[in-house]
C-alpha cells in the first residue's frame, strides 16, 4: 500500500523522536529499588505443560530507541539504576510470589542495555534466578550479542530472548521508529540459534496506517516471518492507544485499536502455521480484552476461549453470540 501524504507524521527517524516525545503524557512515579509490577500466570510450555511462569516488571532507565507505539516508557526512569537495585527489585518479587518454574523479567526496554541493567549486577541477578527451568528477558536485536552469551553462561536454565518484531509491513515497520529492518531482525535470530538462545518475538495485530483486513494480513505475514526465523514463541498483541502518539493519530483518524475479531482471526491463522512447526508455539495476548470488544454478553466467552487455545494449541469451537450476532 502506499500512505496517504496527508500523514502529519515526520519523515525522518529523528524527527520521529521528537514528534513522539512532544505528544507524551506524564510518567508514573516508579521506586528504583522496587519493581512497578509482578505476577505469576499459566502459559504452555516447550514440552506442552502448562506450567507457571513468574514475571517481573524491572524499573529501570528508559529504553534508548522512541517506538511509536510503545506505552512502556511510562514506567522506567531517566537514569541508570546503582548497582544491586535490579537484584533488591527481583527478590522483593520473589518474596512475595508463588512458586514458578519459569521466569520473565520484562525491564520495558532491553535486558542488554548496559544503561538499563548494570552488567556488573548479572552475577548478583543469576543467583537469584538458579531454580528457574528458563528465564526470559527482552532486548532490542542492535543489543543481543557478548553481553547475552556472558549472561547465558551464568544460568542453570534455558535463557530464551524476546524480540519485537512488531510488522514486516515494508512502509509500515518503518514508521514505527523502532530503527531496525528485518535484514538485522533475521541476523541477530539467526544469531540466537548459533549459541542455543531460544527467541520469542512480539508480532502486533493492527498497528497504526492499517485498516482491520490489512492488520490481519500484515499480522499473519509477521508470524510467517518470526517462525521461518526460528522463533519458538510468537506472542500477538493488539495495538492499544494510550503513550499519546497514538492518541493523536488516533484522533486523526489514522490509527483504531483492533477489533477483538481481527485477534482471534490472526491468532487462528497462527495455530495452522505452529503445525508445520512442532517446537514453536504462539499465544494471543488477552490483557484487557474489553477495549477491543463491542459486546459485554460474549466478551468473557470469547477471552475464556483464546485462554484456552493458548493452551492447548489447537482453534477452539466457535459460536455466534445471542447478544450481538457476531460468529467466532
Not at 502459559?43 to 505443560?49: L, Q
Not at 495485530?205 to 490481519?216: I, L, N, Q, S, T
Not at 490509527?255 to 497462527?270: D, G
Not at 463491542?294 to 493452551?311: A, G, H, I, T, Y
Request: net charge neutral; aromatic share 8%.
Amino acid at each position: 500500500m502506499t500512505l496517504p501524504d496527508s500523514i502529519p507524521y515526520p519523515t525522518t527517524p529523528a524527527a520521529r523522536d521528537r514528534w513522539i516525545l512532544d505528544h507524551r503524557p506524564a510518567r508514573h512515579e516508579v521506586n528504583p529499588l522496587r519493581p512497578y509490577a509482578y505476577l505469576v500466570e499459566p502459559e504452555r510450555a516447550a514440552n506442552s505443560e502448562v506450567v507457571p511462569v513468574a514475571t517481573v516488571f524491572l524499573t529501570n532507565r528508559e529504553c534508548p530507541w522512541r517506538c511509536l507505539m510503545c506505552d512502556l516508557w511510562r514506567n522506567t526512569l531517566t537514569t541508570t539504576v546503582p548497582p544491586g537495585a535490579i537484584t533488591a527489585q527481583i527478590d522483593y518479587a520473589l518474596q512475595r510470589l508463588p512458586a514458578a518454574r519459569q521466569i520473565k523479567l520484562y525491564n520495558s526496554g532491553s535486558f542488554f542495555d548496559p544503561r538499563a541493567i548494570p552488567r556488573e549486577d548479572y552475577a548478583a541477578i543469576a543467583s537469584r534466578l538458579q531454580g528457574f527451568e528458563r528465564v526470559i528477558v527482552e532486548c532490542h536485536p542492535s543489543l543481543v550479542g557478548e553481553a547475552c552469551w556472558r549472561f547465558q553462561g551464568m544460568l542453570q536454565g534455558q535463557l530464551e530472548v524476546a524480540m519485537g518484531l512488531e510488522t514486516v509491513h515494508p512502509e509500515i515497520g518503518p514508521l514505527l521508529n523502532k530503527r531496525m529492518t528485518l535484514e538485522r531482525f533475521a541476523a541477530t535470530a539467526h544469531l540466537l540459534q548459533q549459541h542455543a538462545v531460544a527467541l520469542r518475538v512480539f508480532v502486533l495485530v493492527k498497528p497504526p496506517f492499517m485498516d482491520e483486513a490489512e492488520g490481519v494480513y500484515w499480522a499473519e505475514r509477521s508470524v510467517d516471518f518470526a517462525l521461518d526465523c526460528g522463533a519458538e514463541v510468537v506472542a500477538l498483541i493488539p495495538t492499544r492507544p494510550g503513550n499519546g502518539a497514538l492518541d493523536v493519530l488516533m484522533a486523526q483518524g489514522h490509527f483504531s485499536p483492533p477489533k477483538l475479531s481481527s485477534l482471534e482471526a490472526a491468532f487462528a491463522y497462527a495455530l495452522t502455521r505452529v503445525q508445520k512447526h512442532p517446537k514453536a508455539r504462539v499465544f494471543a495476548d488477552v490483557w484487557d480484552l474489553a477495549q477491543f470488544s463491542s459486546c459485554d454478553d460474549c466478551l468473557p466467552v470469547r477471552e475464556e476461549r483464546l485462554k484456552q487455545m493458548n493452551f492447548k494449541q489447537q482453534i477452539a469451537p466457535g459460536f455466534t453470540c445471542p447478544g450481538c450476532g457476531e460468529s467466532v
